[in-house]
């Protein structure tokens, strides 16, 4: 468009200067009074008024092109402008997170007051499609950990166990992972007769699907889609009150003896960054 605006400009410029000239030398040319400057001057009234309609075309184009160069500059200008925007927005949504996050870490700690907790980081996911783990950045060498210990989010989600100790990393096995199992309530902490216990742990089959299974579930206990399933801290493996995910669909067993359910954590795994192991804490009577 800018190219195809130049060319005609130019051409444009080159008729008008043309026609301006020639007007210009006719009336020089017939300045003196008399019959024959009157026959020129009517002449060359039409030339005249050519070139004086083309001088103002020309300015007409000329302005327009200064101004679309202008609204160009502008434009170019707003975008620029709305880049350093959006970045700034990005790293006010990070930062905000971040905020977040630590905010929640040690909510987490006034309000788990019976817990002794650390914060480990993932370093990485272990490439195994038996198993679902991950390695972080602690070991016997640098914090107090130990095999079995539960991990933990910032909110209260259980994530999974420790399952191996090294010297500066150790190995979490999630919820996930088929060698893993603990004793829950159904749709509560274990304070009111509706809630029920079970046991929830990974299945090969439903681990590609991200779910757990909950197995051997109270007779009488009625379970609905979207209840919620906590630890109960029976057994002393992990402490009350941890949240393991929600029912996604109940099933009977082929043997057509019990019932089992599908389980979705309530935190997606994969984005796990930050967890905490428990280290210590008061046992369930």
Do not use: C
């Amino acid at each position: 468009m800018k190219a195809l605006i130049t060319r005609r400009s130019i051409i444009i410029m080159s008729a008008a200067f043309i026609i301006a000239l020639i007007a210009i030398i006719s009336v020089n040319v017939f300045t003196s009074s008399g019959p024959v400057s009157g026959f020129a001057n009517t002449v060359t009234r039409p030339v005249r008024t050519l070139a004086s309609t083309v001088a103002r075309t020309f300015e007409t184009i000329f302005s327009a092109i200064y101004r679309y160069q202008e609204l160009e500059n502008r434009n170019e200008e707003l975008l620029r402008t709305i880049a350093r925007l959006e970045a700034n927005s990005r790293e006010a949504e990070a930062l905000a997170e971040e905020n977040e996050r630590l905010r929640a870490m040690l909510e987490f700690r006034e309000l788990r007051g019976g817990y002794t907790s650390i914060m480990a980081t993932l370093v990485s996911w272990n490439a195994d499609n038996w198993s679902k783990s991950f390695v972080i950045n602690r070991g016997y060498t640098n914090s107090d950990i130990a095999r079995g210990m539960p991990v933990a989010t910032e909110y209260g989600v259980l994530i999974g166990q420790v399952s191996e100790v090294g010297a500066n990393t150790s190995t979490v096995i999630t919820v996930l992972d088929t060698t893993f199992s603990a004793a829950v309530f159904i749709g509560g902490d274990g304070s009111d007769d509706s809630d029920g216990t079970a046991t929830v742990k990974g299945d090969f089959v439903h681990m590609r699907n991200n779910l757990l299974i909950l197995d051997h579930i109270d007779d009488d206990l009625v379970v609905n889609p979207d209840a919620i399933i906590v630890t109960s801290g029976l057994g002393g493996v992990f402490p009350n009150g941890l949240v393991v995910g929600e029912v996604e669909r109940v099933f009977n067993h082929t043997s057509g003896i019990g019932r089992y359910a599908t389980v979705r954590p309530l935190r997606d795994i994969d984005t796990v960054n930050n967890v905490f192991i428990i280290t210590d804490f008061e046992e369930q009577d």
